[in-house]
């Protein structure tokens, strides 16, 4: 039923695909776009606009009578610099009047006839064809400021034109002066000639600014508030390229989808997984995977976008894509190095054993997310990306290898010292319950540097007792044979009896100034909990034998040998003969 329902769920979004809707490549135009060729702009049917379009009709009879009169004085003339000096003149008149026409056909219909008449280049250049390419993505740019760049325009313009007037104003009033203050009439009359000219030309751009004037201020009306603009770009972009990259993305989850479906599929029924075991093949085959699946989403989403002919979006996915390549190739030695990691052939492979910052583990899975395995640590598991792997080596492992040198609720002695019980091990820290109850927590990195010492599998105690040259005759077999005897019969009524694994009593040397004999005291792992306690009864009962037998011990001669305990009485012992019977104590395992 499950296969059934995502078998259906396929066959329609990939009919929504192949046959998209019409609203899909005919969307809404987005806000501030730019008007279609024919496309009315405004309905003319403003009293302003009326009121424009007469002045703009009044300068064009007036400068076609200028024409007219430029016309019949370029017969007239009779040299070469009048008549180039006429001609250049009729041609400003001519370009006046056509800009009025334009302006005044563009405000009665409400069209731009630069999009009408607007016609596509026949020419080939490849450098055309590139930016014509590219062109969507800039055309959509430019879409988006069209309209404040027009306004910022037509500002220009309505400046440009003001200071036309006030520059025309000034001549028609310096011209005046001149008219008034002249006496000759041919002077006068001519002076007359240039103030008309310059009426012309004041009366020429007033009906341009007038026009230019007109076209801001509709621009101005169109504008609506940054809220009510941004609901409508919103809404006019998921209702056409906002759908388009819906479906692009939706077009790309499904493929990957439909891979892994059919990986799982294929797996299932393959032999190369029927083993269990991850063969080079097998390892292929999921790289080949990957790449495949990365390659057919991506060609489904920039299939999405040309069938609905959304070329912004499909420019951007196909410069996305090339950066992407772009990048590969500068990182291909890199790749092709996580490459070889993926097919089991790198320094770090699966099913091995690799130390990672400090603590040993167990290559688990070899992926793109790599899990590391330690079963002797709580949390022991982790997943590490493949380029951590990097620079790193693995290697066989027996399987009575350790992973940690302790487990949770046994004994360590640290190099620093400290003496406890593991109550936590994780990854991140150690922590350790010492006797009394205090707890105290190392990294776990470094509490591997401290060589912890497990107690908890067994461990000795070795006391050295040196007894006066006076006991030599008996030294050798006598007192040790004696001193094993009476000394087990006191151990025997410890609680700690029964973990005593074995206990020995020999002659060790003969020193320059006492004869040594050793207490080797053997403990299983049990007696841990004990140790603090242990290393007091021994010494203990070993003096009171002494005592009971009347054996010398002379000066320091007792030493616990607990792998670094400094032998000797402290440095400020005095030598009165209480303090003389409390160094012979001292000299007891602490």
Same mark, same amino acid.
Request: aromatic share 10%; hydrophobic share 40%; net charge positive.
């Given at each position: 039923?499950?296969?059934?329902?995502?078998?259906?769920?396929?066959?329609?979004?990939?009919?929504?695909?192949?046959?998209?809707?019409?609203?899909?490549?005919?969307?809404?135009?987005?806000?501030?776009?730019?008007?279609?060729?024919?496309?009315?702009?405004?309905?003319?049917?403003?009293?302003?606009?009326?009121?424009?379009?007469?002045?703009?009709?009044?300068?064009?009879?007036?400068?076609?009578?200028?024409?007219?009169?430029?016309?019949?004085?370029? !017969?007239?003339?009779?040299?070469?610099?009048?008549?180039?000096?006429?001609?250049?003149?009729?041609?400003?008149?001519?370009?006046?009047?056509?800009?009025?026409?334009?302006?005044?056909?563009?405000?009665?219909?409400?069209?731009?006839?630069?999009?009408? *008449?607007?016609?596509?280049?026949?020419?080939?250049?490849?450098?055309?064809?590139?930016?014509?390419?590219?062109?969507?993505?800039?055309?959509?740019?430019?879409?988006?400021?069209?309209?404040?760049?027009?306004?910022?325009?037509?500002?220009?313009?309505?400046?440009?034109?003001?200071?036309?007037?006030?520059?025309?104003?000034?001549?028609?009033?310096?011209? !005046?002066?001149?008219?008034?203050?002249?006496?000759?009439?041919?002077?006068?009359?001519?002076?007359?000639?240039?103030?008309?000219?310059?009426?012309?030309?004041?009366?020429?751009?007033?009906?341009?600014?007038? *026009?230019?004037?007109?076209?801001?201020?509709?621009?101005?009306?169109?504008?609506?508030?940054?809220?009510?603009?941004?609901?409508?770009?919103?809404?006019?972009?998921?209702?056409?390229?906002?759908?388009?990259?819906?479906?692009?993305?939706?077009?790309?989850?499904?493929?990957?989808?439909?891979?892994?479906? +059919?990986?799982?599929?294929?797996?299932?029924?393959?032999?190369?997984?029927?083993?269990?075991?991850?063969?080079?093949?097998?390892?292929?085959?999921?790289?080949?995977?990957?790449?495949?699946?990365?390659?057919?989403?991506?060609?489904?989403?920039?299939?999405?976008?040309?069938?609905?002919?959304?070329?912004?979006?499909?420019?951007?996915?196909?410069?996305? +894509?090339?950066?992407?390549?772009?990048? *590969?190739?500068?990182?291909?030695?890199?790749?092709?190095?996580? *490459?070889?990691?993926?097919?089991?052939?790198?320094?770090?492979?699966?099913?091995?054993?690799?130390?990672?910052?400090?603590?040993?583990?167990?290559?688990?899975?070899?992926?793109?997310?790599?899990?590391?395995?330690?079963?002797?640590?709580?949390?022991?598991?982790? /997943?590490?990306?493949?380029?951590?792997?990097?620079?790193?080596?693995?290697?066989?492992?027996?399987?009575?290898?350790?992973?940690?040198?302790?487990?949770?609720?046994?004994?360590?002695? +640290?190099?620093?010292?400290?003496?406890?019980?593991?109550?936590?091990?994780?990854?991140?820290?150690?922590?350790?319950?010492?006797?009394?109850?205090? /707890? $105290?927590?190392?990294?776990?990195?470094?509490?591997?540097?401290?060589?912890?010492?497990?107690?908890?599998?067994?461990?000795?105690?070795?006391?050295?007792?040196?007894?006066?040259?006076?006991?030599?005759?008996?030294?050798?077999?006598?007192?040790?044979?004696?001193?094993?005897?009476?000394?087990?019969?006191?151990?025997?009524?410890?609680?700690?009896?029964?973990?005593?694994?074995?206990?020995?009593?020999?002659?060790?040397?003969?020193?320059?100034?006492?004869?040594? +004999?050793?207490?080797?005291?053997?403990?299983?792992?049990?007696?841990?909990?004990?140790?603090?306690?242990?290393?007091?009864?021994?010494?203990?009962?070993?003096?009171?034998?002494?005592? $009971?037998?009347?054996?010398?011990?002379?000066?320091?001669?007792?030493?616990?040998?607990?792998?670094?305990?400094?032998?000797?009485?402290?440095?400020?012992?005095?030598?009165?003969?209480?303090?003389?019977?409390?160094?012979?104590?001292?000299?007891?395992?602490?």
């Amino acid at each position: 039923m499950k296969t059934r329902t995502i078998l259906l769920a396929l066959c329609i979004i990939l009919g929504m695909l192949v046959f998209p809707a019409s609203d899909l490549v005919y969307g809404e135009p987005s806000a501030g776009a730019d008007t279609a060729p024919g496309e009315p702009i405004r309905a003319p049917n403003d009293s302003a606009a009326i009121l424009t379009l007469k002045t703009i009709m009044d300068s064009v009879g007036g400068l076609r009578q200028q024409i007219d009169q430029k016309e019949q004085e370029l !017969q007239l003339v009779k040299t070469e610099g009048q008549k180039a000096r006429v001609l250049k003149e009729l041609t400003e008149l001519n370009t006046h009047l056509a800009a009025l026409i334009r302006d005044f056909q563009q405000i009665a219909t409400g069209v731009s006839l630069e999009a009408y *008449a607007a016609k596509p280049k026949q020419s080939f250049d490849w450098r055309e064809e590139l930016q014509d390419a590219l062109g969507p993505i800039v055309k959509e740019l430019q879409n988006m400021t069209a309209r404040p760049r027009e306004i910022e325009r037509l500002r220009g313009e309505v400046g440009y034109d003001e200071k036309q007037i006030a520059t025309a104003k000034s001549a028609i009033q310096n011209v !005046q002066k001149l008219i008034l203050e002249t006496q000759d009439q041919e002077l006068r009359n001519e002076l007359e000639g240039v103030e008309k000219q310059w009426k012309q030309k004041e009366q020429q751009i007033s009906s341009q600014l007038a *026009a230019v004037q007109y076209q801001l201020s509709e621009k101005l009306k169109e504008q609506k508030p940054f809220l009510e603009s941004f609901q409508n770009f919103v809404k006019s972009f998921f209702k056409s390229r906002g759908r388009n990259f819906i479906l692009a993305l939706a077009a790309f989850g499904l493929v990957l989808f439909l891979f892994r479906f +059919l990986r799982r599929f294929i797996f299932r029924l393959s032999p190369l997984r029927s083993s269990g075991e991850r063969t080079f093949y097998t390892r292929l085959s999921d790289l080949l995977y990957q790449v495949v699946a990365f390659v057919g989403a991506a060609g489904a989403s920039l299939l999405v976008l040309y069938i609905s002919e959304d070329w912004v979006l499909l420019s951007f996915a196909v410069l996305f +894509l090339l950066g992407m390549i772009w990048t *590969a190739r500068q990182t291909l030695p890199k790749f092709w190095t996580q *490459a070889k990691f993926l097919l089991n052939l790198g320094t770090v492979r699966e099913n091995e054993r690799i130390v990672y910052q400090g603590i040993p583990w167990i290559v688990q899975s070899l992926n793109f997310n790599t899990q590391l395995l330690n079963p002797q640590l709580k949390g022991g598991m982790l /997943r590490l990306p493949l380029q951590e792997l990097m620079g790193l080596r693995s290697r066989p492992y027996d399987p009575e290898e350790p992973w940690f040198p302790c487990k949770e609720n046994e004994w360590v002695m +640290l190099a620093d010292g400290t003496m406890g019980r593991v109550v936590l091990q994780s990854p991140e820290m150690v922590e350790l319950r010492l006797v009394g109850g205090s /707890r $105290k927590t190392y990294p776990t990195a470094d509490f591997l540097k401290q060589n912890p010492n497990n107690i908890s599998l067994g461990f000795r105690l070795s006391t050295t007792l040196r007894l006066d040259y006076r006991h030599q005759g008996e030294s050798t077999r006598e007192i040790p044979e004696r001193l094993k005897q009476a000394a087990w019969r006191e151990l025997k009524q410890e609680e700690f009896a029964k973990d005593i694994l074995k206990f020995r009593v020999e002659f060790k040397e003969a020193q320059s100034s006492s004869l040594d +004999l050793v207490i080797l005291v053997d403990f299983a792992g049990k007696a841990a909990k004990h140790y603090d306690q242990l290393t007091r009864t021994i010494p203990r009962i070993t003096v009171e034998v002494c005592n $009971k037998f009347g054996w010398v011990i002379p000066f320091s001669q007792i030493t616990i040998h607990t792998g670094g305990v400094p032998e000797g009485p402290p440095e400020n012992a005095d030598s009165s003969p209480l303090q003389s019977k409390g160094r012979r104590l001292w000299g007891l395992w602490r």
